[in-house]
């Protein structure tokens, strides 16, 4: 069975730094394309990042250029998005997606930044 | 920067056919999904490459495309399936993800 678990989310101060974690299992995770997807409260799915295979092409929406770094482990079957320079407007619940066919996406995880 | 358009919202009386339409201009070179999303839950695939049925969804959802527009159909709406749903594609390079802003379903 696809899983994707999420984990790394908290409370953070404007200005602060948080990684995000996300543990793959149930499907050859080097083979796939990963994502970051986040949701404001009350508002819209909004795409954050993408990443290559081999993490040779990273992709961010225009939001978060130069803030947050998306990276991958592929010997740990694991996903990481590095969110660093946070403001308010970044709370949301950060979900991690693969490119898989079909696609699977985790739980989700709760980042508030708030001081 | 690319979008993609979908209704606000949509109302349907139990038993009709509902549908949703997203539309883009890249639509007619990159596959659609979609995701149904209740509150408080995270999003779940009904639909991927357009018109793909992941197992356990329904047959009484099902997916289309014609130029640069999408459509989700439900079938037999059920009381169960008031949410919201949300398209998603790729921009022309596909490397950069695009989601519509989300249609709530009404089901009356």
């Known amino acids: 069975e696809v899983q994707l678990v999420e984990s790394g989310g908290g409370l953070v101060q404007p200005g602060g730094s948080l990684r995000l974690s996300c543990a793959a299992s149930?499907?050859?995770?080097?083979?796939?394309?990963m994502s970051w997807v986040r949701q404001a409260p009350g508002k819209g799915l909004e795409w954050v990042a993408n990443?290559?295979?081999?993490?040779?092409?990273?992709y961010y929406v225009d939001s978060v250029k130069g803030r947050f770094t998306i990276s991958r482990d592929n010997a740990k079957n694991s996903l990481y998005l590095q969110m660093n320079s946070l403001r308010a407007e970044d709370t949301a619940v950060y979900y991690c997606?693969?490119?898989?066919?079909?696609?699977?996406w985790g739980q989700g995880t709760l980042v508030t930044v708030s001081s | 920067s690319y979008e993609l358009t979908q209704p606000p919202s949509v109302s349907v009386s139990p038993g009709q056919t509902a549908r949703i339409t997203c539309s883009g201009d890249?639509?007619?070179?990159?596959?659609a999904y979609w995701y149904q999303q209740k509150p408080g839950q995270a999003p779940v695939l009904v639909i991927y490459?357009?018109?793909e049925r992941p197992s356990g969804i329904p047959e009484r959802f099902s997916g289309s495309s014609s130029g640069t527009t999408v459509t989700l159909t439900i079938s037999g709406v059920q009381a169960e399936d008031e949410a919201d749903y949300y398209c998603?594609?790729?921009?022309?390079?596909?490397?950069?993800?695009?989601f519509g802003g989300g249609t709530k379903l009404t089901v009356l």
């Open positions: 997606a693969s490119f898989s066919s079909p696609p699977a």
């Open positions: 490459k357009d018109s």
């Open positions: 149930g499907f050859t995770f080097s083979s796939y394309w």
């Open positions: 990443i290559k295979q081999d993490g040779s092409e990273k």
């Open positions: 890249a639509l007619p070179k990159q596959y």
């Open positions: 998603q594609s790729a921009d022309s390079s596909g490397t950069r993800w695009v």
